[in-house]
């Protein structure tokens, strides 16, 4: 097995991944793989697939695993000599665990660990609103949209978490604090885990 450091990144929509991300790639050398990042982009480079994606996202759904899952692999394949990486908002579905699970295992690697930010709905949809005005997705812009992002997020992401439980790879994180403050606690459980 690979000496290598791999981390699932969990939460509802506007937990602060990606705002925790930036950090623990300095501090631990590791790779973001963001699909929600990954998607953008495809968007702005029109690429065959753009329009089916955009109707997706900005409807608030999710992005079809098999169209997910190819661009992580993608990726994945690309990165040379990784120390690990931090999966941003992927898996989020039960099919996309497994479908990485069997990627890392094909690359004699595994998931060390998931460390779930969990938060209130009413800070969620406030982070978001924040967000709207300094990033200006689409998809931050208009309340419905957020509700039903959580709402998919409920059922059908959060099931993820059990997936991880099972494993006993399962680490909760309280989202609501400040970015310093999530950002300790979640270094506590990485120092925790790779003792
Ligand atoms: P994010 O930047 O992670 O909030 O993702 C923005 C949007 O991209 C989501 O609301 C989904 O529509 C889509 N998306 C991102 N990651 C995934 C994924 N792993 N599976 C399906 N859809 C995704």
């Not at 800070?123 to 709402?151: C, F, L």
Request: with cysteine.
């Amino acid at each position: 097995m690979r000496n290598m450091l791999n981390i699932v990144l969990f939460g509802p929509p506007g937990a602060g991944k990606g705002t925790q991300s930036p950090m623990l790639i300095e501090k631990y050398g590791l790779i973001h793989l963001s699909t929600g990042e990954m998607l953008r982009d495809e968007i702005k480079r029109g690429t065959p697939l753009s329009e089916e994606i955009k109707h997706l996202i900005e409807a608030g759904h999710l992005v079809s695993d098999k169209i997910v899952f190819e661009m992580v692999r993608e990726q994945l394949e690309a990165a040379r000599s990784p120390k690990g990486f931090i999966f941003d908002g992927f898996p989020r579905t039960t099919k996309q665990a497994e479908m990485l699970d069997k990627e890392m295992a094909d690359h004699d690697t595994k998931i060390d660990m998931m460390i779930a930010l969990q938060l209130d709905d009413e800070t969620i949809i406030k982070r978001i609103q924040r967000r709207a005005e300094i990033e200006g997705r689409a998809d931050d812009a208009d309340v419905s949209i957020i509700h039903t992002r959580i709402k998919n997020y409920n059922e059908q992401t959060a099931v993820v978490m059990d997936y991880y439980r099972a494993q006993g790879k399962f680490h909760f994180v309280d989202g609501n604090k400040t970015p310093q403050d999530t950002f300790a606690a979640i270094c506590a459980v990485i120092e925790k885990v790779t003792k």
